[in-house]
């Protein structure tokens, strides 16, 4: 039988696409239960047999509003630059999910421990957790793409011993990693240094870096006609290390490890101009 499809309305308008915030399961949601066996833990030896470890864990919406909390009590805050996506850490802490993303933006939120140990690990000699912030902002009409990040520190957690008020207790360098396709390797451009005179009690202050990535134009293939020649497919892992130097009671070593995973981003020529937009590989990573 034949069918008869009606004539094309040349004058329509295109249609809008979805910009609504969805989940991104592989920085996991607010229910302690699938939080289970997400957390990851790197320590190392240090020359006096103690232990520096470092530790990440999803964000919770009870961490973004105690990080809230924490911004909204600290007196003399620095200026610093302002978050890409203004509505989605509101939005983070009174949905289901607290990481999220859209067509063009992104929101990540990380739990970072830092914490100086005995040798056999039953023992803390300094603590502080921080929440991460990650905001991402593609181009859709171009090449560049736009991080954002900010370190809080959190209240102390009970049973936790917080680390002296030295300079130098607490280092952090926090980089973004890109998979493959930048022109550079990224790096943060930080409000200040990444250090701590000791926990929060003693520094609460927080930092925030911003940086722009630009991608190289690569893709499989310049002259193919598919889609997947002509889009390329990059990753962005937060990475980070600590190191602690206080005189006498700790010496200066590193402890490093990834935090949560991938936030993955696509890039391609099929269109003129070029584009960035983040991946739909997002919703279904773990």
């Known amino acids: ?111 970072l421990a830092v914490e100086v140990t005995n040798r056999q690990q039953t023992e803390s000699k300094g603590f502080q957790n921080f929440l991460m912030s990650y905001h991402m902002k593609t181009d859709l009409r171009g090449t560049q793409l736009r991080l954002w990040a900010r370190i809080t520190p959190l209240p102390m957690p009970a049973g936790k011993l917080p680390f002296p008020a030295q300079r130098g207790a607490i280092k952090l360098t926090i980089t973004p990693l890109c998979s493959t396709g930048c022109v550079d390797k990224p790096s943060y451009s930080w409000d200040g240094n990444l250090m701590w005179g000791g926990s929060v009690d003693i520094d609460p202050h927080e930092e925030t870096g911003t940086t722009t990535v630009q991608w190289d134009g690569s893709v499989p293939n310049q002259v193919g ?22 005189p006498e009671t700790f010496p200066t070593d590193n402890s ?31």
């Open 1 to 111: 039988m034949d069918i008869t499809l009606p004539a094309p309305n040349e004058i329509a308008e295109n249609p809008d696409f979805d910009n609504a915030w969805q989940p991104v399961p592989g920085w996991r949601n607010v229910d302690t239960k699938a939080l289970a066996g997400t957390n990851t833990r790197h320590c190392e030896a240090a020359k006096n047999g103690d232990r520096l470890c470092i530790s990440s864990a999803p964000a919770t919406k009870a961490d973004i509003k105690h990080a809230q909390q924490a911004r909204a009590r600290r007196k003399g805050v620095e200026a610093a630059a302002p978050p890409l996506n203004g509505n989605c850490e509101a939005g983070a802490a009174q949905g289901k999910y607290p990481s999220i993303f859209t067509r063009d933006a992104a929101c990540m939120y990380n739990m």
């Open 225 to 246: 006609v598919k889609g997947t020649d002509l889009s390329k497919d990059m990753a962005f892992a937060p990475f980070a290390t600590f190191s602690s130097s206080v």
């Open 256 to 286: 490093h490890g990834l935090i949560g995973g991938p936030v993955y981003t696509r890039c391609d020529v099929a269109y003129s101009p070029s584009g960035w937009v983040t991946s739909s590989a997002n919703a279904g990573s773990s």
